[in-house]
């Protein structure tokens, strides 16, 4: 559905989006290209060529002073402080009870100065969490969403692209790692960072240089066969990955260990964190469903809220769902019972009152090749 642009936020690259014949949708408030000619065009350029991402919609809080660290390490469920300067991580926040209020990913940027980037539709919530968390540490923690725009170069091709814009190594920019260069003449964070299951970087610009930027990389990118990408693509590549949606398969009401994700609880940092005691319990007992893949030869696939049944008992809930356009056939994350979360489990899935059969597989159902 289209969204006028006196109804939600735009980015800095609203006209952008426009001139090249988005079709919009709202999407936590904000206005954005849902896809600009084909959801499947897009979603195969970004697995065999590269796609460019408008992703201003996504928050950026930054912590500064002497425990920031400290403040991040009580605030969320990973040991932050430890990172070195230039790395990035994988984190989340939790709720006292051990349920996830986002996912996020921190940044150091330097030796007092932390970037944390959350969902747009979070970004308020996490946000006022930080500053209540932080409130006994000597840090200032600032919401500077506005300050950012951010774009996404994810796909084989993307380094051959940035490349060429750069006077940076792109070979010393390493995996969940970020460098302040100039690319295309403009100041930016440069990450080695993605939501595709591709290689890629997202690059970090002040709004008002972010046009030009994005002209510069549509321009670099035509001989690579670089398209343009919306949010359309975006779920399906993110879903063929393996990688959670907040809403969909993180929630509140569910811990990391549910979805698989207990690695990124440091249990064994230092000093208290928020959801400790909790996800120690979590830890230690075990959970009674957890987040799988589901594959299915049929191409109806099967969608957010369906049950899944073992014969006629329901046993989980599908969470997300697609027809795979890398893989030709649909598949779908759920949460089921761990009784039924082994590899190769046939189950069914309730489709409007047919039960369609699934088979549970490890996830990411896509690796990309090395």
Not at 114 to 138: G, Q, T
Not at 156 to 184: C, F, H, N, R, W
Not at 327 to 356: C, I, N, W
Request: hydrophobic share 40%.
């Amino acid at each position: 559905m289209d969204s006028q642009p006196n109804e939600s936020r735009l980015t800095p690259l609203n006209a952008e989006h426009e001139a090249l014949g988005a079709m919009f949708t709202d999407f936590a408030g904000w206005r954005m290209p849902l896809r600009y000619d084909s959801e499947l065009a897009e979603h195969h350029a970004v697995r065999k060529t590269a796609g460019l991402f408008d992703l201003t919609h996504m928050g950026e809080i930054v912590l500064t002073g002497p425990e920031a660290g400290a403040a991040l390490d009580y605030a969320l469920v990973g040991h932050i402080s430890a990172l070195a300067v230039g790395k990035a991580r994988y984190t989340m926040i939790t709720q006292a009870d051990g349920g996830v209020l986002d996912d996020l990913i921190v940044y150091r940027l330097g030796d007092e100065e932390y970037l944390v980037v959350a969902n747009a539709s979070n970004a308020a919530v996490v946000h006022e969490a930080l500053v209540e968390r932080a409130a006994r540490f000597e840090t200032v923690v600032t919401d500077k969403s506005t300050e950012y725009a951010l774009l996404a170069v994810q796909g084989p091709k993307s380094t051959e692209i940035v490349a060429g814009l750069t006077d940076t190594d792109l070979a010393t920019v390493k995996y969940y790692a970020s460098y302040p260069t100039q690319v295309a003449g403009v100041d930016v964070l440069l990450a080695r960072t993605g939501y595709t299951g591709e290689d890629g970087f997202e690059l970090f610009v002040s709004p008002a240089n972010a046009p030009a930027l994005w002209q510069a990389l549509l321009e670099a990118g035509q001989p690579h066969d670089l398209r343009p990408a919306g949010l359309g693509c975006r779920d399906t590549l993110r879903l063929e990955a393996g990688m959670p949606l907040y809403g969909n398969e993180l929630t509140a009401a569910l811990t990391p260990f549910n979805a698989n994700l207990g690695r990124v609880v440091k249990l064994d940092k230092p000093g208290d964190f928020v959801g400790r005691d909790a996800l120690a319990k979590v830890a230690e007992s075990g959970v009674d469903s957890v987040l799988v893949g589901l594959k299915t030869p049929e191409r109806r696939a099967p969608r957010h809220g369906y049950s899944v049944l073992a014969g006629d008992e329901v046993v989980g809930e599908i969470t997300s769902g697609a027809l795979s356009p890398t893989l030709g056939y649909s598949v779908a994350m759920a949460y089921v019972t761990k009784a039924h979360a082994e590899p190769g489990t046939q189950l069914f899935v309730d489709v409007r009152g047919k039960q369609q059969p699934v088979e549970v597989v490890a996830l990411p159902f896509y690796k990309r090749a090395k």
